[in-house]
């Protein structure tokens, strides 16, 4: 069986949004129930519209999970989701009934797999998720290394582990 279930339509959606924020990366969540991924939640990637030096001297309301990084490893984040924008879509995943599946972000550059700073945040945030009463998603990395053929892989991220998360596309 399958780990998620996505249909073609949102595999679309998220080309388009990281094409549209290339050279930047983009971020956001999948939503649904039981792996079967039914809505995309676009959320602004605070670095790619305020600048990534922004990070050094960062806004803890902002990005308050940043805070147990060292200056160096911030300095190699390439998304931060904007926290309004991360609130309205768990409101809405909630008022739908639906479940975050996955935390997707694009590698303009970069092949389809967690760096190093992916796999710290994640596995950081694993006790985050609990208190802020979400399950643990899988983590889609959509690579656009190669333009004209994008790369989109899933992971799941636990105790700094990572493993393959198996897609499934429905129509
Ligand atoms: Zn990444």
Redesign the pocket.
Known sequence: MADLVIPQTILDDLVAHARALDPY?CCGLLAGTNGAVTHIYRIKNIVASEGAEKLSSFDPAKAAHLERLSPAERAEI??VMDMQDFSAAKKDIRNKGLDLQVVY?S?PH?PAR??I??IKIATDYEEIWPKINLPIPAYL?LSLMEKSKPDIRCYWIKGGTVSAAHITTAN
């Open positions: 990366e390439a998304f972000h590698h970069d967690p760096s700073t992916d990395i």
